[in-house]
């Protein structure tokens, strides 16, 4: 990704690329309410595509017994490996098909990837996750979403086109309810939703996800790149026209105990 050209690179690692390190939907503070409401402390975890480290970082400073990073790229798990050292393992493999024991996890966690993939891709993931959990085990997931559930299908194709025309990445947000019914149908319960605007590009949300330096860090290289900054702008223009209509959500999921009945 990193020899990309601008006007080719996916959306977030175009913004990697510019500085910034939190790239949630919901921003900073949904994800702390995902680790919290995932109850990470002596847990074994796996997270899925960890990309720059900033949750696996997150992650350990709340005291889980393991922690497994899985990203397909080899640069990410790389990074992610210097930024967990001695404190965990990373694995280059795809999140639909790890290579991580079964039943070894406690908690699964994966955020802004599933958005990412189609129909498909989302259920391979899914239940890739489903079996590394141990019954009883966590699946957390922060994502993009759409709203509300009654959205009409005209204005989502809408949104799917653009996210697509200006972020390089064929992203499918969910509804709420969508959302529920991929982690359903793979025998998860939900049992915990929570959700917050998507204001990944916005003044306000920078300062609090990055601070000071780092948002200054941020547009001091938009301003000097002028693909670079054709591309933000174009992002950030799509995500304020349908700002009522995309939403960043973070669900949790628990595998039962014992199997369900058919």
């Known amino acids: 990704m990193a020899n990309?050209?601008?006007d080719q690179v996916q959306?977030?690692?175009l913004l990697a690329r510019l500085g910034k390190r939190v790239l949630r939907p919901g921003g900073k503070e949904l994800t702390a309410k995902l680790l919290d409401a995932a109850h990470i402390d002596g847990a074994a975890v796996v997270e899925f595509a960890p990309g720059l480290g900033k949750t696996a970082a997150w992650?350990?400073?709340r005291g889980p017994a393991s922690y497994t990073g899985v990203d397909a790229d080899p640069d990410a798990a790389a990074t992610v490996g210097a930024v967990v050292g001695d404190r965990g393992t990373t694995v280059t493999a795809d999140a639909s098909e790890t290579g991580v024991p079964t039943a070894s996890a406690d908690v699964v966690i994966g955020e802004a990837m599933l958005t990412m993939q189609?129909?498909?891709g989302k259920r391979a993931i899914v239940a890739e996750?489903?079996?590394l959990l141990r019954p009883g085990g966590r699946y957390a997931i922060h994502e993009l979403g759409l709203a509300p559930d009654d959205i009409d299908e005209a204005i989502s194709d809408e949104i799917r086109r653009e996210l697509a025309h200006t972020i390089r990445v064929n992203a499918r947000p969910?509804?709420?309810a969508e959302w529920r019914a991929v982690l359903t149908d793979a025998g998860l319960e939900v049992e915990w939703v929570d959700t917050a605007p998507m204001s990944l590009l916005e003044p306000r949300r920078n300062l609090h996800d990055e601070g000071l330096r780092g948002t200054a860090r941020i547009v001091r290289?938009?301003?000097r790149d002028r693909?670079?900054?054709?591309?933000?702008l174009a992002m950030r223009a799509t995500f304020r026209r349908h700002k009522n209509s995309l939403t960043g959500i973070a669900l949790v999921a628990r595998k039962p105990s014992t199997p369900s009945k058919p």
Do not use: Q, S
């Open 129 to 131: 996750a489903a079996r």
């Open 118 to 120: 189609g129909e498909k």
């Open 59 to 61: 992650i350990l400073e």
């Open 11 to 13: 959306g977030h690692w």
């Open 227 to 232: 693909d670079a900054r054709r591309r933000v």
């Open 4 to 6: 990309r050209p601008t």
């Open 221 to 223: 290289n938009v301003l």
């Open 174 to 176: 969910l509804t709420e």
